[in-house]
T-cell receptor, first 114, second 115 residues
């Protein structure tokens, strides 16, 4: 199956700083990527849809100025958590769909904000 | 709006025993149903999916699931679990069978295997 990577796998940052998370489709091109957030013992919540060549589409309740998404190429999408605070600590997961197949998920990035 | 309920937060099963993980969905039209497994350090992996046709769906790693429209359920089963099956399992529902469909996930069931 297709492979999606995320970098970093784990990041710790101080409150008020910004953190960038990368999502790459390694062996296929993805014009769309999804970004999810997962709280402990809870479900994956879709945050936004990243679109190559256009603006991201955010789900209701997600602050677009807080979570900046850039779909730089057909294999790379980045999520930047700006001015991070402890409540932003979470597990962030991306996926890259193959329209005729399914979504392929990255291994996730654990963000801890001190 | 669609929703998914996984009633069991945590299940413990002996190795070699059978397994059933429950999933109930709420959706007004024909649902497209999925089961994913999440292991530490790995991305969610698709176990199986149901779109139409035979209500008993076979997946990878020896898993199967049965779609029961009357009960709004899509339970995952395995006749004999292996220690490597210990993981988090998520049921999900979508509106279409396209890979770029937005999915709604359940809260997951953590499976522990005891020797």
């Amino acid at each position: 199956g297709a492979v999606v990577s995320q970098h970093p796998s784990w990041v710790i940052c101080k409150s008020g700083t910004s953190v960038k998370i990368e999502c790459r489709s390694l062996d296929f091109q993805a014009t769309t990527m999804f970004w999810y957030r997962q709280f402990p013992k809870q479900s994956l919540m879709l945050m936004a849809t990243s679109n190559e060549g256009s603006k991201a589409t955010y789900e209701q309740g997600v602050e677009k100025d807080k979570f900046l998404i850039n779909h730089a190429s057909l294999t790379l999408s980045t999520l930047t958590v700006t001015s991070a605070h402890p409540e932003d600590s979470s597990f962030y997961i991306c996926s890259a769909p193959v329209v005729t197949d399914t979504q392929y998920f990255g291994p996730g990035t654990r963000l801890t904000v001190l | 709006a669609q929703s998914v309920t996984q009633p069991d937060i945590h299940i413990t099963v002996s190795e070699g025993a059978s397994l059933e993980l429950r999933c109930n969905y709420s959706y007004g039209a024909t649902p497209y149903l999925f089961w994913y497994v999440q292991s530490p350090g790995q991305g969610l992996q698709l176990l199986l999916k149901y779109f139409s046709g035979d209500t008993l769906v076979q997946g990878i790693k020896g898993f199967e699931a049965e779609f029961k429209r009357s009960q709004s359920s899509f339970n995952l089963r395995k006749p004999s679990v292996h220690w490597s099956d210990a993981a988090e399992y998520f049921c999900a529902v979508g509106r279409t069978n396209f890979g770029n469909e937005k999915l709604t996930f359940g809260t997951g069931t953590r499976l522990t295997i005891i020797p």
